[in-house]
């Protein structure tokens, strides 16, 4: 198999075409951004850590019946992924209040919420990915409503596994984002990464933050938090 040519560099991965029918060649940077990119740095490792988790629980959730454009992983800072068009969709799941929800609302973090909250956001970095909602996402044509049905409840059952998984792994998982896209035959499916990156999550003991709001709030410690959620992630 051969890498092509770049197709698009992100804030976290760059994307390769590649000699594979349908196939995106996926490599995972160690830059770091945050609050739309205003913040930016490196952390040592996160390519490699990001990368292999997402690995896994691609692999767990296609084990649970969630499709997903993982293909296989291809060094420990890239993978072969399923070519997908984004739905322009960023879908966040909380199960406890943080970050901008609670700034939002004017609540403290830390609150369970007993049914979990679905948010989207549309993916629009020059409006800073606003939040809207299903009549608003109907209306930019980002997604049918019998895609939007769908999405919901694939994030529901994302959630559900991946909020098990953490807990056997002692982590509670506060809340993620996720990315969903079309194949060429029109099937949606997970995409993106599954990471520190893009997940808040909590040690179930002492509520440690594991994750990028390490980064995020200056609180030291940000490589060694990553490597200790991977080797937790990884534990079989």
């Known amino acids: ?8 560099e992100g804030k976290a991965k760059r994307v ?3 000699d594979v029918e349908n196939c995106y060649w996926i490599s995972y940077k160690d830059d770091a951004t945050a609050f739309n990119g205003l913040k930016k740095g490196t952390i040592g490792g996160k390519g490699s850590i990001n990368n292999q988790m997402s690995a896994i629980l691609f692999e767990m959730l296609e084990q ?5 454009h ?3 992983l291809l060094s420990d800072t890239e993978m072969l992924v399923k070519q997908v068009k984004i739905v322009p969709l960023e879908v966040i799941v909380r199960n406890y209040t943080a970050g901008s929800m609670s700034k939002r609302l004017g609540v403290e973090e830390g609150l369970k919420i007993d049914s979990p909250i679905l948010e989207f956001s549309y993916k ?4 800073g990915d606003p939040l809207i909602n299903d009549d608003h996402a109907l209306f930019l044509n980002a997604a049918t409503a019998a895609e939007i049905d769908l999405i919901k409840q694939l994030a529901r059952r994302i959630n559900q596994l991946l909020t098990d998984y953490m807990a056997k792994r002692e982590i509670i ?3 993620f984002k996720l990315e969903f896209g079309k194949t060429a035959d029109g099937q949606i499916i997970l995409a993106d990464e599954i990471s520190p990156d893009t997940c808040r999550l909590w040690d179930k003991t002492t509520k440690r933050k594991l994750d990028k709001d390490r980064f995020r709030r200056d609180l030291g410690d940000v490589e060694a ?4 959620v991977f080797e937790r992630v990884k534990a079989r």
């Open 70 to 72: 993982f293909v296989k």
């Open 173 to 175: 998982l506060v809340d």
């Open 225 to 228: 938090t990553y490597r200790e």
């Open 1 to 8: 198999m051969l890498r092509a040519e770049q197709l698009y």
């Open 124 to 127: 629009d970095d020059g409006l």
């Open 16 to 18: 390769y075409a590649t």
């Open 64 to 68: 649970n019946g969630v499709p997903t």
